[in-house]
């Protein structure tokens, strides 16, 4: 994997561990306890940011993921050079800015959180079927999961015929081609296959379907699915990732052969140049 596509996986990790901390962590404890314990104040926060906000911040991001490979796909190597990890960075930036819209919007119409035992954790009542705040719900739902959805779909379809097509043209194995996306591809089908139940349910509702009550559980809890298997995703199947990660963690900077302020690099680690005198 390049630096850019390095960029995007590191903060699709920074999202799954605000909603690991910020959502799922209330929502254990919720269950071992059988009630909502933390006060109304949390209850409004997780019903309304933590349950919204990340969630449709790594939808976003697994979608431009899965986008900027296509694209990587397409271009020559010339042109890749041309996006670099500040642009991910700038994008990364637009995507938590549009994803705090929903929860405006939904506070703006007077939407509120409330503890709902059903499923044992706060939610907002903009789930609720009212007019006033059930349609942008349906409208954020298909813009932010349902499209996302199926550009992630198609996108890693695309990949997947493009990497088969020109192996079998060059007459080369899929082994070194399906590895270096392997990693990428996961992720995508991880979050596809959670989301499905959203997306059915949206489906359901639109059509005006009953929608039995366990199935309403069911679709809340599917979407930790992607979120338990990311982190063992990124450190199993791609070891330039792990060393990637682990070198953050150190804090280390890669060495480079230079003079720096007119001091060669074997002196600033303390060791002295070895003598060229024969």
């Known amino acids: 994997m390049d630096k ?7 903060n699709l990790a920074l999202t799954d561990l605000l ?17 909502w314990v933390f006060g109304p104040h949390l209850c409004w926060f997780v019903g309304f940011f933590s349950s919204h906000i990340p969630f449709l911040a790594e939808i976003l991001v697994i979608m431009s993921i899965s986008c900027y490979r296509v694209w990587v796909l397409k271009k020559p190597p010339d042109q890749r050079k041309h996006i670099r990890v500040t642009h991910v960075k700038i994008l990364i930036s637009c995507i938590w800015i549009l994803s705090t819209i929903p929860v405006v919007v939904w506070l703006l119409q007077g939407s509120y959180a ?25 409208i954020f739902t298909g813009f932010f999961i349902a499209l996302p959805m199926m550009i992630v779909f198609f996108s890693n379809v695309k990949i997947i015929a493009t990497v088969i ?3 079998h043209k060059v007459g080369l194995s899929l082994m070194p081609h399906i590895r270096s996306i392997i990693t990428v591809n996961l992720i995508c089908w991880a979050f596809l296959a959670s989301y499905l ?4 349910l949206l489906i359901l509702k639109s059509t005006n379907v009953a929608v039995p009550g366990w199935f309403v559980l069911f679709q809340v809890y599917a ?56």
Not at 19 to 35: A, H, W
Request: hydrophobic share 40%.
């Open 165 to 167: 097509v020109h192996s």
């Open 223 to 278: 979407k930790s699915i992607h979120v338990i298997l990311n982190p063992f995703i990124y450190v199993a199947t791609n070891k330039r990732f792990r060393d990637y990660i682990l070198d953050r963690l150190r804090g280390r900077v890669e060495e480079e052969a230079v003079v720096e302020a007119g001091v060669p690099l074997q002196e600033q680690q303390g060791k002295a140049p070895r003598s060229t005198e024969v």
């Open 19 to 35: 909603i690991s901390i910020l959502y799922y962590v209330p929502m254990l404890v919720t269950l071992v306890c059988g009630r």
């Open 114 to 138: 409330f503890y709902n035992p059903k499923i044992l954790i706060c939610w907002s009542s903009n789930h609720l079927p009212r007019y006033s705040t059930y349609l942008s719900t349906k």
């Open 197 to 200: 139940p959203i997306f059915i």
């Open 4 to 10: 850019v596509t390095l960029a995007f996986i590191e």
